[in-house]
């Protein structure tokens, strides 16, 4: 089946396996934290929850530019297995200090600004090694296999999580998870370097970090997408700061109902990614038609009555929200020249992931001022913001018109015209990689 081609690919079925494992006990963390401050630490304070996540997401911003750098000059397996190694002992130490009963919230901040800072590193090396693994025709279904891994992951690791949390406690969640690490680094020994393809390095030398700078602002195209994935990454997708504050606050339950909901906005998720694996090649009309999906659908969250009917309207904002985040990753990986994927990826991460310290306190703060509802209506207008951006970019840039055609019928009386004379932005594969002048990507 063409949705699951890469997994033909010994090396990267290896990858898969050991990803997955990982993926299943970072969430299982994710979830079992963010309780521990929003439940144990203190009393229902999505404003805390918000700064947590700002700590361990914010480094990004200012780590991209050598993480990416680093990304492109040395090996990326080797750099895989220090920051996993790295963060499998931050895990442990956070375990042991909950375990202990000696966790106080300061701990908790301080925890999450380490695993940040490795975690900034082990981001563009983590989304670039893929290609190493798979040929760039199989780049794209790779992307989305990855996708579908980390939101079944997703699926699965908050309910554990949920449960374990209210049996055992969220120390004992930290430690397995400090075990699932072993997974991903059982993976990464058992691929041989020699397997790997040999891409082009980054050279040594001054400037190669304003290199990637300047490749990326000579890409309208890319730009676009990246303005897009910040307004939605920084005011759209603080996903567990909506669902535990309206599970905590506004239906009064508790971690085991968090857990649930995480693992039913997964469902979603997991369908968004696998669509994508099988649809092919990423297009820009696909990555703001999502945005504007995922803007309506949150909207539609944020009115649900009770518990049912909200987990219910989280799996199209689950759908929607992987749908418009995998096509991105997809079409910004595959439309780089392969010796600034590091540095482009970097630059994609910082801002996807490094937004949260705008975002997490600010919605945070919506939700303790003016309820769990608006601060998913927060979500909603950022959706709605970046398909707009989108789609007036692409009009621009094709020069589109809309036409009027008396004797046809229908809505076939309307159409549209480019003036350009070339295909639909976005419609491209590769193409822009391979050219000589980025600019010309503006015409796809």
Known sequence: MSTFKSLHILNYRIWFIGALVSNIGTWMQRTAQDWLVFDHLTEHDAGAMGITMALQLGPQLFLAPIAGLVADRYSRRQLLIMTQSMMALLSAGLGILVVLGAGQLWHVYGFALLLGMVSALDAPVRQ???????????????????????????????????????????????????????????????????????????????????????????????????????????????????????????????????????????????????????????RLRMIFGAAAAFGVSSGLAALAPNYFWFGVALVPVGLFAITMMTSANGYVQTTTDPVMRGRVMALYMAIFMGGTPIGAPLVGWVANAAGPRWSLSVAAASGIIAAVIGMIWIIRAQQLRLTFNRRARGLRYFGVVSHLGVQQPGDNTNGAARDENPDDAVGR
């Open 128 to 282: 670039t090694f893929v290609s190493e693994l798979v040929r760039d025709d199989y780049l794209p279904n790779a992307v989305a296999l990855n996708s579908a891994s980390f939101n079944v992951a997703r699926m699965i690791g908050p309910a554990v999580a949920g449960v374990l949390t209210v049996a055992v406690g969220p120390g004992w969640v930290f430690l397995i998870n400090t075990a699932t690490f072993l997974a991903m680094l059982l993976s990464l020994w058992k691929i041989p370097s020699a397997s790997l393809r040999r891409l082009p390095r980054a050279a040594p030398g001054k400037g190669r970090i304003r290199e990637g700078l300047r490749y990326v602002r000579f890409r309208p195209d890319i730009l676009v997408v990246l303005v897009a994935v910040f307004i939605v990454g920084t005011l759209g997708l603080n996903f567990v700061l909506f669902i535990a504050a309206m599970v905590g606050t506004e239906f009064g339950l508790d971690a085991s109902a968090f857990g649930l909901m995480n693992s039913i906005m997964a469902i979603g998720s997991v369908a968004g990614a696998l669509l994508s694996a099988g649809r092919g090649e990423p």
